[in-house]
Structures are given as structure tokens and as C-alpha cells.
């Protein structure tokens, strides 16, 4: 799937060592590490996100247990992340759900995130090619899920995309730790599961997503089955069929690609703008879900009809942007917001996640890597909120 090419600019957490609240820090990890059972564990993850946010370079478990200043502190964390027991999703859904409250989302971002690695052996590193650049990259793929709003976005939720090459390799797999039963999941379905992983009602918020050039009848298709409502930026070359609408003409009879079928309604663009925002010029148009091949329908739904928009890009000078959605009776304004959240984590994770070292571990196994971008999920709002000085005004954990 693709990224949004867009970049909003947020600087990185200034004086972090300076502003961060020790207090907050230690309610918040409390609350989050409720589910992990023994107390030296709960204890290790506080340690472990101190360090992420405030060990210098790289987030090595070598730097943090440095900070620390303990000898046996090294090989504690290591166990602790790597080789321990304590599960990581009721923790991601904790930290979901104080977020929920805490600061509340106008939307879930899921996100791919590339982590290119220079050898072979950590988990799920395969030779992937980049679909904006066509450039073949040695990387760590995966899905994250971000609680998104206007001045702020935090990743809650994460699930590594494993190749075919690493499911069928059976030595491999087993020095990976990864879990029986796991199956090979096409981009959409990974995306997807993410977002079910933590456990949000089907209310929580609309989901939004760069899907690019990716499968967009299937990635509609699996949100719609699930029940979630969505804004998706699509390539303008993807094939819809026009629906038909009150006071709407028909004036494309068969399927053409959503960037012509826009423009051939151009006389229906109206500005629309929202407090805060660039004034953008909007064409809505209904169209047929992008039909399912039937060898792919399985726990699909691909009926319906769906509002096609393009929005004019922030500055012109370029065709204009096409998303889908199934809100069709949102308000135009609201939509528009909703397209800016794809450069709010965009920026976010160039900086205050790569800041707390999101992409910084090199252990081998599943289990490690999942509880480390978990643990770095906690850091990276603590370190969120403390750079805006919110954690004043966020509740207390258990509140």
C-alpha cells in the first residue's frame, strides 16, 4: 500500500529531559502495564520506556540500560523484551483506550511502515519493492494504526506483514518465534487485522488510509465487511463505474478511471473549507464499489455505492487528489479534515516516533519486535503530550 506524499511540518520533542513529568510517566505506565503479572516486569517496561525517550543515538538495549547506570540492567531488558512472556495486545488496547479518553480521535490512521535492515535474519526481512519508486529495498514491512486528531497522532496498534518465503521456511520460523497457525495476509487483510487487533468498537471513528496503487476493491471490500466506515486516497487511475443521483447526470456510461471521471464533472467543484484549513476546491461523485474478482470475495463485501472526491492539493499545481469513502452523508468540511490526518502521522512518525526509536530494534524474533514498537507506542505519547505540555490537562489513568 502506498504513504501519503504529503508533509506537514511538526518539529521533533524540544528539551524532552527537561519537560518530561515523571509523575505522569509513572501513572501512565501503571495504568498501561496493569495486565502484565509480575511486578519486576512492570517495573522493566517503565525502565524500557524511560530509556526510549531519553537515551541518547540509537535505542539499543545497550543505551538504554546504559541511562539506567545498572550493570545487570542490559541483560534484564533483553529478557524482558525478548525472551519474556507477558503479552503485548492487552497492553496496545490499554493504550488504545486511554488514549480514547485521555485525548480523543477524529479518525484511525493505518499506515504502512518500511524498515529497511541490512541483513536477512531479523524477522520478516525480505526484498520488497517500493511501490511509489519501483526501488527494491531489503526491509521490515509492517501495518501500524494511528489514534489521529488535529495537533497530535499516536500509534496504538502494529502486525508485522510476513512474505510467503518466511511462513514456508520452517527452520527459519521456529528461530523467529513466529506463532503456530500464522498464515501468509495480502496487504489489505494485514491492514485490516491491524486495526481488529486492538479492539475498537465499530463506533469508535472513521478508519483513513493511503491505499495508492494497492488493491482497492478488496482493501473497500474487507472495511465494509468489517463494519468500518473509511476515507481511502486511491490512485486516480483506479476504474469506477457512475452511480446514479438525484439532479446528477449520467454522463460516463462504463468504467473509466476516477481521475477523467472527476473532470468530466468539473462543473460540479465547490469550495469547501473548515476553521483552520486552505480554502479546497471539492468534486463529489457516486459511484459503484469497484467490483471483487470472485476468487477473492471471501469475507468481502463488495456491493454498494461509494462517494468518489477529488480535492484540489494545498498550493495547486497538480491534478487533484481522489479519495473513497462510504460517509457519503458527511458534510463536506469534515471530510476535508479528515484528509489532513494522513500528514499529521506522516509527520509524526518522521519525528516524535523515530525520536523514541520506533525502528530501532535488532532482535530476531516476533515476540521481541512486537513488544518493542509497543513499549516505543507508550513512549511515543508520553513524548507527544510533553512536548505540548497536554499531560496537564489529561486525566489520570484510572479517572
Same mark, same amino acid.
Not at 17 to 26: H, I, P, W
Not at 165 to 186: F, N, Q, S, V, Y
Not at 191 to 210: C, F, K, N, Q
Not at 325 to 330: E, L, P, V, W
Given at each position: ?7 506537514q ?6 528539551g524532552?529531559a527537561e ?6 510517566l ?8 496493569a ?5 519486576d516486569?512492570r517495573?522493566?517496561?517503565e ?7 531519553l537515551?541518547?543515538?540509537r ?6 540500560a546504559?541511562?539506567l547506570g545498572?550493570?545487570s540492567?542490559?541483560q ?13 495486545v492487552?497492553v ?9 479518553r485521555?485525548?480523543p =480521535?477524529?479518525?484511525w $490512521?493505518?499506515?504502512p &511502515?518500511?524498515?529497511p535492515? /541490512? !541483513?536477512r535474519?531479523?524477522?520478516?526481512v525480505d +526484498? ?6 519501483g526501488q ?8 501500524s494504526?494511528w ?7 499516536v ?11 518466511w ?10 518465534l513466529?506463532?503456530?497457525?500464522w498464515?501468509?495476509?495480502t496487504a ?8 481488529l487487533?486492538?479492539g475498537?468498537?465499530?463506533?469508535a471513528?472513521?478508519v483513513v488510509m493511503?491505499?495508492?496503487k494497492?488493491?482497492v476493491a478488496r482493501?473497500?471490500g474487507r472495511?465494509?465487511?468489517v ?5 481511502l486516497?486511491i490512485?486516480g ?6 452511480? =446514479?443521483?438525484?439532479? $446528477?447526470?449520467?454522463? &460516463?456510461?462504463?468504467?473509466? /478511471? !476516477?481521475?477523467?471521471?472527476?473532470r468530466?464533472? +468539473?462543473d460540479?467543484?465547490?469550495p469547501v473549507?473548515?476553521p ?5 476546491h471539492v468534486?463529489?461523485?457516486p ?5 471483487v474478482?470472485?476468487?477473492?470475495r471471501?469475507g468481502?463485501?463488495g456491493a454498494g455505492?461509494l462517494?468518489?472526491?477529488?480535492v484540489?492539493?494545498?498550493g ?8 473513497l ?13 479528515l484528509t489532513?490526518f494522513?500528514?499529521r502521522?506522516e509527520?509524526?512518525?518522521?519525528t516524535?516516533s ?6 530501532d530494534f535488532a532482535?530476531r ?8 514498537v509497543?513499549l516505543?507506542?507508550v513512549a511515543h ?5 510533553s ?8 486525566p489520570?489513568?484510572?479517572?
Amino acid at each position: 500500500m502506498g504513504t501519503s506524499t504529503h508533509q506537514q511540518g511538526t518539529e521533533p520533542p524540544p528539551g524532552l529531559a527537561e519537560t518530561l513529568d515523571d509523575g505522569f510517566l509513572s501513572e501512565l505506565c501503571a495504568g498501561l502495564f496493569a495486565s502484565i503479572p509480575r511486578m519486576d516486569q512492570r517495573r522493566r517496561g517503565e525502565q524500557y520506556v524511560r530509556g526510549l525517550l531519553l537515551a541518547e543515538g540509537r535505542k539499543s538495549i545497550r543505551n538504554i540500560a546504559a541511562l539506567l547506570g545498572q550493570a545487570s540492567a542490559e541483560q534484564s531488558l533483553h529478557h524482558f523484551v525478548s525472551s519474556s512472556t507477558w503479552e503485548w495486545v492487552p497492553v496496545r488496547q490499554a493504550l488504545a483506550a486511554y488514549v480514547q479518553r485521555a485525548v480523543p =480521535p477524529l479518525a484511525w $490512521v493505518i499506515r504502512p &511502515v518500511v524498515t529497511p535492515k /541490512a !541483513g536477512r535474519h531479523s524477522v520478516g526481512v525480505d +526484498r520488497y519493492v517500493v511501490p511509489e519508486s519501483g526501488q527494491v529495498v531489503n526491509a521490515q514491512r509492517s501495518m501500524s494504526v494511528w489514534a489521529a486528531r488535529d495537533e497530535l497522532s499516536v500509534p496504538v496498534g502494529w502486525r508485522l506483514h510476513l512474505s510467503r518465503a518466511w511462513l514456508e521456511d520452517g527452520p527459519r520460523r521456529r528461530k523467529a518465534l513466529i506463532p503456530e497457525g500464522w498464515e501468509e495476509e495480502t496487504a489489505e487483510e494485514c491492514a485490516v487485522e491491524t486495526y481488529l487487533d486492538i479492539g475498537l468498537e465499530r463506533s469508535a471513528g472513521p478508519v483513513v488510509m493511503h491505499v495508492g496503487k494497492a488493491d482497492v476493491a478488496r482493501t473497500v471490500g474487507r472495511l465494509r465487511a468489517v463494519g468500518v466506515p473509511f476515507l481511502l486516497r486511491i490512485s486516480g487511475a483506479q476504474e469506477f463505474r457512475q452511480a =446514479p443521483r438525484g439532479g $446528477v447526470p449520467l454522463r &460516463v456510461a462504463g468504467p473509466i /478511471a !476516477g481521475r477523467q471521471l472527476l473532470r468530466a464533472f +468539473r462543473d460540479f467543484r465547490r469550495p469547501v473549507a473548515h476553521p483552520g484549513t486552505t480554502c479546497r476546491h471539492v468534486t463529489t461523485l457516486p459511484v459503484h464499489a469497484p467490483p471483487v474478482p470472485a476468487h477473492r470475495r471471501r469475507g468481502v463485501d463488495g456491493a454498494g455505492t461509494l462517494l468518489l472526491l477529488g480535492v484540489s492539493p494545498t498550493g495547486g499545481g497538480r491534478s487533484d487528489d481522489v479519495w473513497l469513502t462510504d460517509m457519503a452523508d458527511a458534510p463536506l468540511h469534515r471530510l476535508l479534515r479528515l484528509t489532513r490526518f494522513l500528514d499529521r502521522v506522516e509527520a509524526d512518525l518522521a519525528t516524535v516516533s523515530e525520536e523514541v526509536g520506533v525502528r530501532d530494534f535488532a532482535g530476531r524474533s516476533f515476540s521481541g519486535w512486537h513488544r518493542h514498537v509497543t513499549l516505543a507506542s507508550v513512549a511515543h505519547l508520553v513524548a507527544a503530550v510533553s512536548a505540548r505540555e497536554a499531560h496537564r490537562a489529561l486525566p489520570q489513568y484510572c479517572s
